[in-house]
């Protein structure tokens, strides 16, 4: 068993990079998530594993930073809020084009503009639909807990890697700025340039030698035949991402009249949604996407031809909803999709979800 | 077992650190634990809570709108937490800059003296361990031992030297709850 | 003399560097870009670093960099090309990276970007060129940009009070601590060229020696967006641009710091 903590989740996600041998981080503060830089720079991990850790003048350069370290074969990644996410956007699909791997954590904050820090998840267009221009999509993780903020760090990367893809951990200021009980992973060495050239191929900015012809990371191509085979290969990887690496959970699901559909930390309030509804002697389960993109729209699917509805709760006005309505939609069993959410930062609490259940579901 | 608690009161009363040692001292039993603050500007001055549960099971929500235990410490959390307590649970204050004291019937109220005995023990910040030692009086819910492990963990080492004199404080605090109401 | 006899090694006058690839530029005749990639093709071959080289290239007219000199690049966004070189530099301290940057990417758009490289005193190289125009769109008005200076969107000259002054931009830089090597120079004529080769080497081999940001301005012609003949631009350059932009070094220190914040001429 790993060392046990009590940590906050945005602590835990410096921690585990440290700890799985990420060879940058490159960020900018912005509440709520300052934590992931704050307890970097108080770690020092520069001295025990190499690890270079840089305040960047801004989120545009942060993520352009970790455009041209990611770029060199490294691991890296940044962390930010949703503000700062759109800032990064235009790096972000630099780094989708020039298809490299690193992770970029958003410990999502209420919206529109400079909107509120308190927690929100009206990024979950932004985050899985791309976000930046041309059509791209990130690896989007949703961690439900401090202990999934330490283990989707190097999923993420691993992910990152496989598909040579941005991959995304879509936190929120809840998550982020809880304390829960963590096992901490063990502790990965960074990787040598050897090791990367082995693992991964020689596509990286490492120095041209004589062996090969010279690399060049870029998301330009003025030839629009070349342009559109770049895009093709690049649904074709999406594509692959929908049939291999989806992940989600069911809670109590095998005799549910009713599901709810939750992710992060709306997904832990509706774990007691469901209990609050059970004692009432209401069948109600809970799925919750662990990944946003690919997202679980099979099992969805699936259940859609033996239950009677579905809730999608999310802290926005109703963005998931679509996805869970498009897979509905493809079961030929056209049952109810509603939409309960809060916004502004308020967090629903699981009473309102039960209410909101029996109101727009069981009721309607 | 699960205990549902929310400690509410002034920025800078220790509220966040008290949740944070309850918290670890879980951990340090085997517990499955949550810490969850208010954050942001308010913190600065303003009122700050958190709410801590402790389960022997996986916690679902982290975020609740009702709690087993509330430990208020000024008005502005008596006016907004008294109707969060479940019935039958637990209201334990301070009545220091209490004007109006808690009306409920069906919960089970005490009082402890922090500010008073704090001050009188000649150190004001240990003001929340006398707290939490009232609220260990009332609910036991980690043990003694458990508590001291947990002071170790929450402290900074350069800190270390402080936990007997919070020790004291939280001992301080186990032989001054006043119940008020029992049901 | 026979064929025979021109081929022979003892007689080569000229040669192309071995790292400009044989692929055709894409720039203008009469362009600056040329000269100043074949500079910096001879010094990265001189030096021997091809294996350690990284460029950056930017958005501009030289956004193709990177088809032209055999040594491994990244291409960034507009603006950005100094922030991406942070990234490569801090995770690969043994490299050489150097930036490559028009007006527009540089003193504009990336502004923010290229004073906090420099002001942090990233170990690289920039190779900034300013033409003052945006080329590549079609020669519109640039930072740097003359006062009177005609261009796509100031088609009756840069007016002060609409669009302020042209941004010296080089030498805010040569105030920062973190630079060592700040310098002006030119590639219209062979001397020129040579002293400006030297600065590109200097650059270099200071990257080498870790002494921070080595920063080399090319005070450079675009006769098509200019629209002038090449050799009327170079006139132009000598008469317009040197007395505003003149060249020459800012600033060359022993290494980077408060102490390098003296100007040398």
């Known amino acids: 068993m790993g060392e046990l903590r009590l940590m906050k989740g945005n602590e835990v996600i410096a921690e585990a990079a440290i700890r ?30 190499g690890m270079v850790v840089l305040q960047a003048e801004s989120e545009v350069a942060s993520i352009n930073m970790v455009y041209g370290a990611a770029g060199s074969g490294k691991k890296v990644m940044t962390s930010s809020s949703s503000p700062g996410i759109s800032l990064m956007a235009e790096g972000i ?82 998550i982020g700025q809880m304390m829960e009980k963590v096992e901490l992973s063990d502790f990965q060495p960074r990787l040598t340039a050897e090791e990367i050239k082995a693992r991964y191929g020689s596509w990286a900015t490492t120095g041209k030698t004589a062996d090969r012809d010279y690399n060049i990371v870029t998301s330009l191509e003025m030839d629009s035949a070349k342009m559109e085979h770049n895009n093709l290969r690049f649904q074709e990887k999406y594509r692959t991402m929908e049939e291999e690496e989806v992940r989600y959970e069911m809670i109590e699901c095998d005799d549910a009249d009713y599901v709810l559909v ?103 | 077992m699960t205990e549902e608690i929310i400690i509410a009161g002034f920025g800078g009363q220790g509220v966040l650190s008290m949740g944070k040692i309850l918290a670890y001292s879980g951990v340090m039993q085997g517990q499955e634990v949550t810490w969850f603050p208010s954050y942001g500007p308010e913190m600065r001055g303003g009122t700050a809570n958190v709410s801590v549960i402790l389960s022997d099971s996986r916690i679902s929500s982290p975020i609740l709108h009702e709690f087993d235990t509330a430990i208020i410490l000024n008005q502005q959390s008596m006016n907004k937490f008294e109707k969060a307590v479940k019935p039958g649970g637990v209201l334990l204050y301070d009545p220091h800059g209490i004007v109006h004291p808690p009306t409920r019937t069906d919960i089970n109220i005490y009082k402890i003296e922090g500010t008073k005995i704090a001050a009188d023990m000649g150190n004001v910040k240990t003001f929340n361990m006398v707290v939490l030692g009232a609220y260990l009086k009332a609910k036991p819910v980690v043990k003694m031992e458990s508590i001291r492990k947990g002071l170790e963990k929450s402290l900074p080492e350069r800190h270390h030297k402080l936990i007997p004199l919070n020790l004291q404080a939280i001992e301080a605090g186990v032989d001054h709850l006043e119940v008020v109401q029992k049901v | 003399m026979d064929l025979a006899e021109i081929i022979k ?149 840069r ?79 000598e008469e317009n641009m040197f007395p505003f932009y003149p060249v020459g070094d800012i600033k060359d220190a022993e290494k980077a710091g408060p102490e390098a914040f003296t100007k040398k001429n």
Not at chain 1, 20 to 45: H, K, N, W
Not at chain 3, 79 to 99: C, E, H, L, Q
């Open chain 3, 9 to 157: 090694p003892e007689n080569l006058v000229y040669k192309k560097p071995n790292l400009l690839t044989n692929k055709t530029m894409h720039y203008c005749p009469g362009c600056s870009h040329g000269v100043a990639h074949k500079l910096l093709a001879e010094v990265i071959e001189e030096l021997d670093i091809q294996e350690k080289t990284i460029g950056v290239s930017p958005v501009g007219c030289s956004v193709f960099a990177y088809n032209y000199i055999s040594i491994d690049w990244q291409e960034a966004a507009h603006g950005r090309a100094p922030a991406v070189a942070t990234g490569i530099s801090r995770v690969n301290p043994d490299k050489v990276v150097f930036t490559y940057q028009g007006d527009g990417d540089l003193a504009s758009i990336g502004t923010a970007e290229i004073m906090h490289a420099c002001n942090r005193g990233e170990n690289m190289v920039v190779i900034f060129i300013n033409n003052a125009i945006y080329g590549m769109t079609g020669g519109q008005m640039a930072p740097t940009t003359l006062l009177g200076q005609v261009t796509a969107t100031t088609p009756c000259g």
């Open chain 3, 159 to 237: 007016d002060l009070e609409r669009n302020g002054y042209p941004l010296k931009i080089t030498e805010l830089i040569g105030q920062l601590p973190g630079t060592s090597y700040v310098t002006r120079q030119s590639v219209h004529t062979p001397a020129a060229s040579r002293k400006c080769k030297k600065a590109i080497k200097k650059a270099f081999e200071n990257a080498l020696a870790k002494k921070g940001t080595s920063f080399v301005e090319i005070v450079s012609t675009c006769n098509s967006g200019w629209r002038m003949t090449p050799v009327d631009a170079n006139n132009w350059m």
């Open chain 1, 262 to 364: 939750a992710f992060g930390s709306s997904a832990r309030i509706c774990q007691k949604s469901v209990d609050i509804a059970r004692a009432k002697g209401l069948k109600v389960g809970l799925l919750r996407p662990i990944t946003l993109f690919p997202f679980p729209k099979k099992s969805i699917a699936e259940l859609a031809k033996r239950v009677k509805g579905f809730l999608t709760v999310e802290m926005n006005a109703g963005q998931m909803i679509e996805d869970v309505q498009l897979a509905v939609g493809c079961s030929g069993n056209n049952v109810p999709v509603k939409h309960f959410g809060r916004m502004g930062g308020i967090i629903p609490t699981p009473g309102e979800v039960a209410e909101a259940l029996e109101q727009k579901l069981i009721g309607g």
């Open chain 1, 93 to 174: 699909s630099y780094i989708a084009g020039a298809e490299l791997p690193c992770v970029i954590v958003n410990v999502q904050r209420g919206g529109p503009g400079l909107g509120t820090i308190q927690p929100s998840q009206a990024d979950y267009f932004q985050s899985t639909k791309g976000g930046g221009h041309g059509d791209y999509k990130l690896i989007v993780l949703a961690p439900a807990s401090v202990q999934e903020m330490n283990d989707f760090v190097e999923l993420a990367f691993q992910l990152a890697f496989k598909y040579r893809n941005p991959a995304m951990i879509l936190s929120d200021g809840a």
């Open chain 1, 20 to 49: 799985c041998g990420c060879d940058g981080y490159f960020g900018y503060p912005i509440t709520p998530q300052s934590e992931v830089m704050e307890t970097l720079m108080a770690r020092e991990p520069w001295d025990e594993t």
